[in-house]
């Protein structure tokens, strides 16, 4: 898997991630921290967890501001959900919405070896490719192979306003944000496989399908779903088929497994997108120890991910 970036602002910190991580969506805030207390109750993952519901319509996700329609309610939950945890810092990585976070692979023939020079290489690239400002939003990039006369960047960028929005929010709960990431790039760090994979991440709003080989992230696709039921199914399946159909011409063979984390649960979702040829499996399964709260059906994936790189 690739490594995601530690901080979707600036080049990765050298000491990594935080060991805490806080997942804010429209369903509530999840947290996942390394305990700051070890001993003999120590967990078989050392992850604590907690999830905050909140109500309706706190927050719509999008790159159009605001997001957080109820500010006051966003930042309690944060702030309840990382107490429970007891986390040993006040530096928290956020994970952010798919949604938000528009992700690109770029070609460049060559890039400058100075992340200050190399970033507002990559903002102007990215200037015709989002529809807002790039000059200051949220711009992270990670170089991902590079030979004599091509290198390949991934890149994400995110609104500076909208951005600024789920920042402010937690540092109004006591906290620093000291990483920032997308749902479904965090997630790929959960999965520890070299092998070509392909998957599947499933929000109220979105789902966003990913295959990646190796080192190689050849595809990274969100799409918005429609509120009626029967086309929110017809989207899914779509999505899905448009992926494994590039899986088989990128790899030249059809994807059997397909990693799954979302608000279904994996046998529903694999029941909704009806491919028998098709193995639905856990991205990442609910935790069945160290649960501070009652966990709702939802993504582990991205704060499992985000802890994968923690320091």
């Known amino acids: 898997m690739p490594q995601m970036f530690s901080k979707i602002r600036t080049t990765p910190l050298p000491a990594g991630r935080p060991p805490v991580a806080v997942e804010i969506s429209p369903e509530g805030v999840l947290v996942a921290a390394r305990p ?3 001993g003999a109750s120590e967990l078989a993952h050392g992850h604590v967890y907690s999830f905050v519901p909140l109500p309706p319509g706190a927050i719509v996700p999008g790159i159009e ?5 109820a500010p006051e309610a ?4 944060i702030r309840s959900a990382l107490d429970d945890v007891s986390p040993r810092t006040r530096s928290v990585t956020i994970v952010l ?6 992700v690109f692979v770029l ?3 060559t890039l400058p070896a100075k992340a ?3 970033l507002p290489v990559v903002r102007f690239r990215l200037r015709k490719m989002v529809p807002f400002e790039v000059e200051h939003a949220g711009v992270s990039y990670q170089l991902l192979s590079q030979t004599e006369s091509e290198c390949k960047v991934l890149a994400a960028v995110v609104p500076g306003p909208v951005l600024a929005e789920y920042e402010a929010a937690v540092r109004a709960a006591g906290y620093e944000p000291g990483a920032v990431l997308s749902s479904s790039l965090a997630a790929l760090e959960a999965l520890d496989s070299m092998e070509a994979i392909m998957a599947a991440n499933l929000s109220a709003h979105a789902i966003t399908t990913s295959i990646a080989n190796g080192q190689e992230l050849l595809l990274y696709r969100t799409l918005d779903l429609p509120d009626d039921f029967t086309q929110r199914v017809a989207e899914i399946q779509r999505s899905i088929a448009v992926a494994s159909a590039y899986f088989e011409d990128k790899l030249g063979s059809r994807p059997r497994t397909l990693y799954y984390a979302g608000i279904q649960d994996a046998a529903e979702f694999a029941a909704s997108i009806d491919d028998p040829g098709l193995s639905v499996v856990e991205w990442a399964s609910r935790p069945d120890e160290g649960a501070m709260t009652a966990l ?8 499992a991910g985000a802890l994968a790189g923690a320091s």
Do not use: M, S
């Open 296 to 303: 709702p059906q939802i993504c582990f994936a991205g704060v």
């Open 36 to 38: 700051a207390k070890r």
């Open 65 to 69: 501001e605001p997001n957080l329609r």
């Open 116 to 118: 200050a020079e190399a």
């Open 74 to 77: 966003v930042t309690d939950a």
């Open 97 to 102: 919405p798919d949604t938000i976070v528009r």
């Open 107 to 109: 070609d460049f023939d």
